[in-house]
């Protein structure tokens, strides 16, 4: 029995408690990066087959088709193709990416490595291990790479290969960019601290708010320039329309190629908007070897194949009071980052407002030095060498720029936010006059001061009390009177005739009884002072008048 356990097939050991089982996690990120590049060329692939096939002309078959689409997926990258068939024979690269063209690739990547995140939590949740963020990322990147290494070969059969030296870093750039904002999203877009790894420096430096307001100000200053550059590329378009439709009409003359046509300039938009930005920052930008096209003038000859968006390029020569007119769209930049680098907070000092709009400009300028870089490129050898704005020239006007006007926008801005209240003091006294408090001190002292002087007197049965009012004149006391015996009534008569009318008849005598005194007359209304009015009139109410009463004789 022992020789059969020992020899027989040796059972699955249990796991130990505390080991969680290896997840599938993994393998689903890097399969999720391959989808991505694999649905990025597929889209790619149908639309260049459905232009081949509508073509009346193919100059190759769908294998050359195929290859085409692959250089294309790559070029979406950034990387740079190489056409050999020229009329001088040397091979031309060609450099200028359509960037509508690279949000394909990146909406891909992005989606892939937030589902990949997604799928690593829901994985923890059943139990299975957890990827971190740094795994998912590695992983969607290792499935993407090796997809797009495949593609690079691929391409290099086709009448336009790519550069292997520019997809070798391109290509990995991209993918990277877009995978980390996936996971980032993926996360909920997280802004926490930084790292341990990073200085303690940099970490306490970043978690001040004038850094996020530069970001915001600055975000707000390349939205302003790129916005500019689209009127301006708008406004060209319709001041040279017949121009523009003459080139779109004589490039080609089946509908398939008009089409494509079409399809090309709708992805260099985005291009034509950094280079109007470029061209109203005053850089302008090149047109091949000694071109170059700004608000000053056209200087140079430039070599350019005919295409619609070319079409409307300023006319060769000096500038004129329309072409200066650009100008405006670096000023509105600048303004607005002014604008946006202003805390609502009183206890900012002037000082750190403007160095929240310098760094806002610094910002502004580097994220158009990038556009600038991204969105030119060679277009051939000899004069199409340079097309495209100049990067460093373009990040330094707009820096210059925005940090010239924002600077004195943002101080006086402040300076008008935390400017002291007109009427303070006035305010503050109407404020102390209506507190609840002091208003229930003065109307408690307006109370004692309108008493009546008098005390109302007995009046008939069923009549009601007079309402209090200012005392009366003080009366002499009433003598009292024998009482006059009536024929046959046994009443009395009033005691005075000059008594007041709503007193009660008086009381039948009483054999041996003394007469009472008289009541005392009641003292001057002068005499009486009256109660809280200094009060009264501390708290700001006026004093009643007093009774014009004069004191009556003495009885």
């Avoid at 009346?56 to 790559?74: I, N, Q, R, T, V």
């Avoid at 341990?196 to 320039?225: C, E």
């Avoid at 556009?371 to 495209?388: C, D, I, K, W």
């Avoid at 001061?449 to 004149?473: M, S």
Wanted: with cysteine; aromatic share 6%.
């Amino acid at each position: 029995m022992t020789q059969v356990t020992e020899l027989g097939t040796p059972l699955p050991a249990a796991l130990r408690p505390g080991v969680r089982r290896r997840s599938p996690a993994a393998a689903a990120c890097v399969l999720g990066g391959a989808v991505a590049a694999g649905l990025g060329l597929g889209f790619l692939a149908v639309l260049v087959i459905v232009l081949w096939i509508s073509s009346p002309y193919p100059d190759s078959g769908p294998g050359g088709a195929l290859h085409l689409a692959a250089g294309l997926w790559l070029m979406a990258h950034g990387t740079e193709l190489v056409r050999y068939e020229t009329l001088s024979g040397v091979p031309a690269p060609v450099g200028v990416t359509p960037l509508l063209l690279v949000a394909l690739p990146a909406l891909l990547m992005r989606r892939a490595a937030r589902l990949g995140s997604a799928s690593g939590d829901a994985a923890g949740a059943d139990g299975e291990e957890v990827l971190p963020a740094g795994a998912v990322f590695s992983a969607v990147i290792c499935g993407y790479l090796a997809v797009g290494a495949l593609a690079t070969v691929y391409a290099a059969g086709g009448p336009m290969p790519a550069d292997p030296l520019s997809a070798a870093w391109h290509l990995p750039l991209v993918a990277a960019l877009a995978a980390a904002g996936g996971v980032w999203a993926a996360k909920g877009r997280p802004l926490g601290p930084l790292p341990d790894r990073v200085p303690r420096s940099v970490r306490k430096a970043v978690t001040r708010p004038r850094y996020a307001l530069a970001l915001r100000s600055g975000a707000a200053g390349v939205l302003v320039l790129l916005g500019g550059g689209t009127l301006l590329v708008g406004a060209s378009l319709a001041w040279h329309g017949p121009e523009v439709q003459a080139s779109f009409l004589t490039l080609t003359g089946v509908w398939s190629g008009r089409f494509a046509v079409l399809l090309l300039a709708v992805a260099l938009i985005p291009n034509a908007m950094v280079w109007g930005a470029a061209y109203g920052l005053g850089p302008g930008f090149a047109l091949g070897a000694g071109a170059t096209a700004t608000p000053l003038g056209f200087e140079g000859a430039a070599a350019l194949p005919r295409f619609p968006l070319l079409a409307a390029l300023p006319p060769e020569g000096a500038g004129s009071p329309v072409t200066w007119a650009t100008a405006g769209v670096p000023v509105a930049a600048g303004l607005a980052v002014g604008w946006f680098a202003v805390r609502r907070a009183r206890e900012v000092p002037y000082g750190e407002t403007a160095l929240t709009a310098a760094l806002g400009s610094v910002v502004c300028g580097l994220a158009m030095a990038a556009l600038a870089a991204v969105s030119g490129g060679p277009m051939g050898t000899a004069a199409l060498v340079s097309f495209g704005p100049v990067w460093w020239a373009v990040g330094a006007a707009a820096a210059a720029w925005t940090l010239v006007l924002s600077v004195p926008l943002a101080v006086g801005v402040h300076a008008w936010r935390t400017r002291p209240a007109r009427g303070a003091a006035e305010d503050a006294a109407a404020d102390a006059w209506h507190d609840s408090g002091v208003r229930e001190l003065r109307w408690q002292a307006l109370r004692g001061a309108a008493q009546p002087l008098v005390p109302p007197t007995a009046t008939r049965r069923g009549t009601p009390a007079p309402l209090p009012g200012p005392a009366p004149a003080a009366q002499p006391a009433p003598t009292a009177t024998a009482p006059t015996a009536t024929s046959g009534a046994g009443r009395a008569a009033p005691a005075a005739a000059g008594g007041p009318p709503d007193t009660l008849p008086a009381p039948p005598p009483v054999p041996g009884a003394v007469p009472p005194p008289a009541p005392p007359s009641a003292p001057p209304a002068a005499a009486r002072p009256a109660p809280d009015v200094e009060q009264a009139v501390a708290f700001g109410a006026a004093a009643p008048p007093a009774p014009n009463a004069k004191p009556g004789p003495s009885p």
